[in-house]
């Protein structure tokens, strides 16, 4: 027979080296969440930038309307003032003012038109840089994901003692990379 304290104390070394783990899984852990902390972070940027580009767009739709409503009313006031010339003045009306009012508001027509079409360019480019910045965010937080999946199975390595797990996770995390990287190039 074998002493018991012997025996505890075996039982008990074996039982701490067991939940110890390999000493590789808890760095493995922590880069794994730099990585996934890193990602996180450009994803979230990508996701402000596309909402400061959207609101950029507003921005320039709402100047486009304004401008085009501008311009809108010019036109009026030109053919208000064409149609009286026209028309023939009664007596008591301003045909050199009526004149000046076509004219004015004739060469202001061109350039609003000009300026409405730009703000117009802008607004669109503006929309189409926001769609780009959420198509790259979208793939970051796959690649973000993807990290804290690897996170977790690297990290049940040391509870099931599984050979399987790590190479899941490191696919998982060399998936992320992927993801990642594909979301900054985008």
Excluded: C
Excluded at 4 to 21: D, I, L, N, W, Y
Excluded at 53 to 61: C, F, G, L, R, Y
Excluded at 102 to 123: I, Q, R, S, Y
Excluded at 153 to 172: D, E, F, H, K, N
Aim: hydrophobic letters at 45%.
């Amino acid at each position: 027979m074998s002493d018991p304290a012997k025996s505890f104390t075996e039982a008990h070394e074996r039982h701490q080296h067991g939940r110890e783990g390999p000493s590789w899984v808890p760095l493995a852990a922590a880069v794994l969440a730099v990585l996934a902390a890193v990602s996180g972070y450009f994803g979230n940027l990508r996701s402000t930038e596309a909402l400061v580009e959207k609101n950029d767009a507003i921005v320039a739709t709402t100047h486009a309307s304004d401008t085009w409503s501008q311009y809108q009313a010019g036109r009026i006031k030109y053919y208000i003032s064409q149609s009286a010339i026209d028309a023939g003045t009664g007596p008591g009306a301003n045909l050199a003012r009526l004149r000046k009012n076509a004219a004015d508001e004739k060469a202001k027509g061109a350039p609003l038109m000009e300026k409405a079409k730009a703000f117009e360019e802008e607004a669109l480019r503006h929309n189409e840089h926001s769609e780009r910045l959420i198509k790259q965010h979208e793939t970051i937080e796959v690649g973000t994901t993807l990290f804290e999946v690897a996170i977790v199975l690297v990290s049940i390595t040391v509870l099931v003692g599984s050979r399987l797990l790590p190479v899941v996770g490191g696919a998982a995390a060399g998936l992320g990379a992927v993801f990642f990287a594909l979301g900054l190039t985008r």
